[in-house]
């Protein structure tokens, strides 16, 4: 069975601050990889997605992603967060003929 | 383009009561379907997906049911709630299985 580890629960930065949230998969498998971004109040959004090629990935708002098949690992970075990044992320992963599993999450604050 | 409506926004429920959760999709043929549940800090927990009408599968056993009477309609039921039915369910849909989702505005279920 698929499932997803997202170990940072919440982090807190500064505005202009790097970001990197992981993620890992356990599936042994092809895999299509994806972020996604709910912020305060709104629906849960499609921030990227990895399905083949390239491994670093771009999405919206500026973050990326990194698919690395050896560590099976998608991280989510940013450069330079602002405080309009504050949300939740969710990494999620499906294979084969399966629905998307979710990790459980991780919430980001960013202080101004 | 294609929209997803989910209904009520919210609903309280006193145990033992029956539930029915709708969602249905617009201007988009046979998609398919999903229900999640999400919880604090366990993210989004895949409940039922349907890949066409009356075509339902279960992921995890509890006290719901799903059906999906007509192609973009989708219904979670439960004929007696119990608390722990409480938490926040969304409906999503998808060309494709191993496709994005597209998530409705969600149901926030309080069962007292």
């Known amino acids: 069975a698929q499932s997803v580890s997202q170990h940072n629960h919440h982090v807190i930065l500064s505005e202009a601050a790097s970001l990197e949230l992981g993620c890992n998969y356990s599936?042994?498998?092809?895999?299509?990889l994806f972020w996604y971004v709910q912020y305060p109040g709104q629906h849960l959004q499609l921030l990227l997605k990895?399905?083949?090629?390239?491994?670093l990935v771009k999405g919206i708002k500026g973050f990326e992603a990194e698919f690395i098949k050896s560590k099976f690992s998608f991280n989510l970075r940013k450069p330079s967060v602002q405080w309009s990044d504050t949300a939740e992320y969710f990494c999620a992963v499906n294979a084969g003929r399966r629905a998307l599993t979710f990790g459980s999450g991780t919430r980001l604050q960013v202080q101004p | 383009s294609q929209t997803i409506h989910q209904w009520p926004a919210t609903l309280v429920q006193p145990v033992g009561s029956p539930l029915s959760l709708e969602c249905t999709v617009e201007?988009?043929?046979?998609?398919?379907l999903y229900w999640y549940r999400q919880a604090a800090g366990r993210g989004l927990q895949l409940l039922f997906y349907s890949v066409g009408i009356g075509q339902i599968s279960s992921e995890v056993p509890q006290n719901l049911s799903a059906s999906r009477p007509q192609d973009r309609q989708f219904i979670l039921s439960s004929k007696k709630l119990l608390l722990s039915d409480s938490g926040f369910y969304l409906c999503?849909?998808?060309?494709?299985?191993?496709?994005?989702?597209?998530f409705g505005s969600g149901t926030r279920l309080t069962v007292v």
């Open positions: 201007g988009t043929s046979n998609p398919n």
């Open positions: 999503a849909w998808s060309v494709q299985l191993n496709y994005g989702y597209t």
């Open positions: 599936y042994g498998g092809t895999v299509n």
């Open positions: 990895y399905f083949s090629g390239d491994p």
